[in-house]
């Protein structure tokens, strides 16, 4: 039988993701997963974040320094598996001779981005450019979103940068491939002007930003800076995401995913990504 064989019928090139439907979730902390990135996009989640340190001329990837061993790097456990999944996303042959754009990681929304966001654990301004020169082999490849000539392209990969983050370090790449989060709760700063194409990304402490804690009702004033803080990203074309929300009771969890949702948030941040993707 057909179905009982190895046939090539049955098999197609971009089929790593296939059945996946890409969701706004954010594996925070995703170097923590049993298999980094992968277990995020088994899930369909869209945005990942690495911690780096750029120590010895090497990014290393880890929440402190207690947790950096030599092998887990930027390079091994982001860089060349998106490498290699990108690759199987966009096959050359007789058939893309004359394709003009690419695929992303998910099969079922080739459009649709992966953010990956980089959180600069040391000095942003002596590890911005480690990281800039180890996205080479991606920009190589035209995979991350770019913006140049006033013309913002999306491509399989939108970088940002966080944590220690340099913003003029950000503002003065041209062309710019890596991007600011943005301070969800401080975009009208008189000195910046947030934009998409400066911070794709805005995002905030759940707790001093709002402080509900999911039991109960909302307050009003609560429920009015929520409403303010996205509202005011969504007017500048920048998506926001609060970070750090409560994880349990699970109930509580749940129900402040629930108001951020409704309320517009565009990333559920997220610890336990099987939890999220079912939510």
């Not at 001779?97 to 690419?102: H, I």
């Not at 794709?200 to 039991?215: K, Q, R």
């Amino acid at each position: 039988m057909l179905e009982q064989s190895n046939s090539t019928l049955l098999q197609y090139p971009t089929q790593f993701t296939q059945n996946i439907v890409p969701k706004q979730i954010h594996s925070h902390n995703d170097y923590w997963r049993d298999v980094p990135l992968l277990t995020a996009l088994s899930f369909g989640v869209a945005s990942v974040e690495a911690d780096v340190w750029f120590i010895n001329n090497t990014l290393f990837v880890g929440h402190e320094l207690a947790a950096l061993t030599p092998d887990r790097t930027f390079e091994s456990l982001y860089i060349q598996p998106l490498l290699a999944i990108l690759a199987r996303q966009n096959p050359v042959n007789a058939f893309t001779a004359n394709q003009t754009s690419l695929n992303g990681v998910f099969d079922t929304s080739g459009g649709t981005p992966l953010q990956l966001l980089i959180d600069m654990k040391t000095d942003g301004n002596s590890t911005l450019a480690p990281v800039v020169q180890a996205l080479e082999p991606l920009r190589q490849l035209k995979y991350l979103t770019t913006f140049v000539n006033d013309t913002l392209t999306l491509s399989a990969i939108t970088a940002v940068g966080t944590g220690n983050t340099p913003l003029d370090g950000i503002k003065s790449l041209s062309p710019r491939d890596v991007f600011f989060d943005a301070p969800l709760t401080e975009l009208n700063d008189p000195i910046t002007t947030y934009n998409v194409t400066l911070s794709p990304l805005a995002s905030t402490d759940y707790e001093p930003a709002i402080g509900w804690h999911g039991i109960g009702n909302i307050s009003e004033a609560q429920l009015g800076n929520l409403t303010t803080f996205i509202n005011d990203a969504h007017s500048r074309g920048i998506k926001a995401r609060f970070w750090d929300t409560p994880g349990w009771p699970i109930q509580a969890r749940h129900a402040v995913w629930e108001q951020l949702l409704n309320a517009g948030a565009d990333w559920l941040n997220a610890d336990d990504l099987e939890a999220a993707s079912q939510f």
